[in-house]
């Protein structure tokens, strides 16, 4: 659990306060290690409480965003219907706006970050799995059950072509694009290249127990043929998944953020040329594809831009389904 | 080009005034055209334009909505960046909405169609192309470059595997689920089919002219295995467009509506079971699925309806980019 306070014109005034959630303790320890995660981040930022004036949290998983719950999140066993919103509002006395890990991670791009000067932005998360947020005229497209923006399970190809994602699906953008899935395709790759000498299958072979999407980029960077390839179609996925939010809600900016985005420009600009090659042609004419600039502080920053959005609104903005 | 009198309730005062685009004559010719519809509409709801609060203009192609300008319409050549809305608000000196016409339509089925009763809904509309648009909260998503809920060609099957679609990408859901495409997989299907006999291999043989996809419905509702699989393959296609939705924009109920909904309940539950069997387990629970309830006058109704917002709200709901 990770938390700072964040000021009005969003910046963090002090590095992110960070506890272990210990998920096994239960519900009851875990809502009190997040209690003291922000208290922690208070006194981070050399302030008190009274120096407060609203919270944002956000969680991964199952989840019901109006009512403020985790429902039944797979990576944090035992828990079930917590009501976070309520618990963490009844402890600090603070109005607490309650929101997806990564709608918030999108709405911190688009207040402060890539997306700042964008009117509507999507961004997607490339992590061991991958994330999404929907921004569209300063609302989050929280969705009517929460699922707003589940982006790695935006389906780009066919269920009896496609690959097993680990929801249990085939064919989600997550199984070909997640940096697990950018590795599992590596492997798959050098087990049938019949290309040039790799420097990848190389370093494979002597060192199988660390390798990564991180390797993998590292090498196309250099050339090498079969690393190039993997990047490529990657590059390629993430378009579809880019041509899919562009054909539903058009989007001004479409911004990636997550560990394979430290590659920079060359990738970007190989994601931009497959948006162009696959994309309908008039919005992607014009629409803006982005690197995310907050890097894993996204999270915090956009929660605390829902905390100011409940603030100066009264959550109508905020809460949309 | 069809016009009619609505009423702050969503009811139409008379049957459409109907009248012929006849694009070759001209962008001039056609406003005028479009002018005279209108007047005509008020004319056979016994009213005069005193009577009349706005007007709502929605038009097919190419469009920037937000200028109210008719762009490079593929079916109204030679038309080009036609200042539509400023004309028609001119003409009559009234608040003129504009509007994409299967954004329309959608906004018309939200208002007081199939889905009056939701607080967000997607409809699909299938005709000789498949078409979409995309409401939450009463705001319809018009996308940053008048793109947004340009369902017919969200991808349901990769770039390599995909249909042809008649933009030129392939893959689009279109290219399976249009009326036309129904049809032209209907022919293939014929052409290697190997299971038992089929009437409608009987009734192409005999009327390959008058061949389409309501007689494909008809034989599928009556048994035959060959239109039946057509029937189930549709389906399944649209279920896979409704499964991206569901994981972009999770909205209450999605909406089918064009004349293939005509077949009625057996073929709404075959959408639905693909939905369920393909989509994000949680909101697919919960997912409304309905067909259309406006049939062709969704388009004027919803344009109505995008009028009566632009006089309650001074345009801001209903503009979202």
Not at 29 to 55: K, N, P
Not at 228 to 249: E, P, R, W
Request: net charge negative; proline share 4%.
């Amino acid at each position: 659990m990770k938390a700072a306070v964040v000021n009005d014109a969003g910046q963090p005034l002090s590095r992110p306060a960070v506890m272990d959630t210990n998920p096994e303790r239960g519900q009851e320890a875990g809502l009190e290690t997040m209690c003291e995660t922000i208290r922690r981040a208070v006194a981070a930022a050399q302030l008190t409480l009274s120096d407060i004036t609203a919270i944002g949290v956000a969680t991964p998983g199952l989840m019901d965003i109006k009512k403020g719950l985790i429902l039944d999140p797979p990576n944090l066993k035992p828990w079930k219907n917590v009501p976070v919103r309520d618990h963490i509002a009844r402890v600090f006395g603070k109005p607490t706006a309650y929101q997806n890990d990564a709608n918030a991670a999108a709405y911190g791009e688009f207040w402060v970050g890539a997306a700042r000067a964008a009117k509507s932005m999507v961004l997607f998360t490339l992590g061991t799995g991958v994330g999404g947020g929907i921004i569209l005229d300063d609302t989050i497209i929280e969705g009517e059950h929460s699922h707003g923006g589940e982006l790695g399970h935006l389906r780009i190809a066919m269920p009896d072509h496609g690959r097993l994602c680990g929801c249990g699906a085939r064919g989600c953008l997550e199984a070909y694009a997640s940096a697990t899935n950018v590795v599992r395709r590596a492997r798959e790759e050098m087990a049938s290249w019949r290309g040039p000498a790799s420097q990848l299958q190389a370093y494979y072979t002597a060192n199988d127990d660390e390798f990564t999407a991180k390797i993998i980029f590292h090498h196309a960077a250099n050339g090498d043929e079969l690393a190039l390839k993997i990047v490529d179609d990657t590059a390629y996925f993430l378009a579809l998944g880019a041509c899919a939010v562009i054909a539903t809600v058009d989007p001004e900016m479409i911004v990636f953020g997550g560990g394979m985005t430290a590659a920079g420009e060359w990738f970007r600009a190989k994601i931009e040329h497959n948006v162009h090659r696959f994309g309908l042609p008039y919005p992607t004419q014009h629409v803006k594809i982005a690197f995310a600039s907050l890097g894993s502080d996204a999270g915090f920053i956009g929660a605390a831009g829902c905390a100011r959005l409940l603030v100066r609104t009264g959550g109508g903005a905020q809460v949309h389904s």
